[in-house]
T-cell receptor
Framework: DGGITQSPKYLFRKEGQNVTLSCEQNLNHDAMYWYRQDPGQGLRLIYYSQIVNDFQKGDIAEGYSVSREKKESFPLTVTSAQKNPTAFYLC????????????FGPGTRLTVT | QQQVKQSPQSLIVQKGGISIINCAYENTAFDYFPWYQQFPGKGPALLIA?????SEKKEGRFTISFNKSAKQFSLHIMDSQPGDSATYFCAANQAGTALIFGKGTTLSVSS
């Protein structure tokens, strides 16, 4: 089955710890994205990557970091510098340049206490 | 200029009724306007999408109406069913850029 997997589904961390969220896709898409979802806030773009070894900051990149060493993988690290890390994190992928449809993974709910 | 404004924030519709959700955008360079449906605890899934060269697109009970001059587009759900109860997001982008999402509309269809 083709698709996007995110693991784990639920993640709990103590304040001050860095945590890495996994995102893997087997759709052969070049572009991958990370969004953060908070109640009433919609989906806000954290980082995106149009090609391997290249990525750009989105609207809310502060406190986050990413890498794109392989086409299939786009892990997101939530660092201790992120002031409000508790949220639902969504990874997506698409064919760059068009037809623009983004396919989403099932999400990871991160809780930091 | 990058915002997509969505309304209403929440909507309650009786079974069999019509649900209407509206979005407005500012960037005239946007050329793709999708709607996503999201159930609690799940990732969003593409429902229907439109490009600015057409004014309406229909897929089953779901219709997008697009008004280029007003920079607005809307989702109409005909014969709304309890299974349609979900959060709906409009979005927009232009070639080579990430989607920009509205803040979402929580739809409840009462039986």
């Amino acid at each position: 089955d083709g698709g996007i997997t995110q693991s784990p589904k639920y993640l709990f961390r103590k304040e001050g710890q860095n945590v890495t969220l996994s995102c893997e896709q087997n759709l052969n898409h070049d572009a991958m994205y990370w969004y953060r979802q908070d109640p009433g806030q919609g989906l806000r773009l954290i980082y995106y990557s149009q090609i391997v070894n290249d990525f750009q900051k989105g609207d809310i990149a502060e406190g986050y970091s990413v890498s794109r060493e392989k086409k299939e993988s786009f892990p997101l690290t939530v660092t201790s510098a992120q002031k409000n890390p508790t949220a639902f994190y969504l990874c997506a992928s698409s064919i760059p340049g068009g037809p623009y449809e983004q396919y989403f993974g099932p999400g990871t709910r991160l809780t930091v206490t | 200029q990058q915002q997509v404004k969505q309304s209403p924030q929440s909507l309650i519709v009786q079974k069999g009724g019509i649900s209407i959700i509206n979005c407005a955008y500012e960037n005239t360079a946007f050329d793709y306007f999708p709607w996503y449906q999201q159930f609690p605890g799940k990732g969003p899934a593409l429902l229907i999408a439109i490009r600015p060269d057409v004014s309406e697109k229909k897929e089953g009970r779901f219709t997008i109406s697009f008004n280029k001059s007003a920079k607005q587009f809307s989702l109409h759900i005909m014969d709304s069913q309890p299974g349609d109860s979900a959060t709906y997001f409009c979005a927009a982008n232009q070639a080579g850029t990430a989607l920009i999402f509205g803040k979402g509309t929580t739809l409840s269809v009462s039986s």
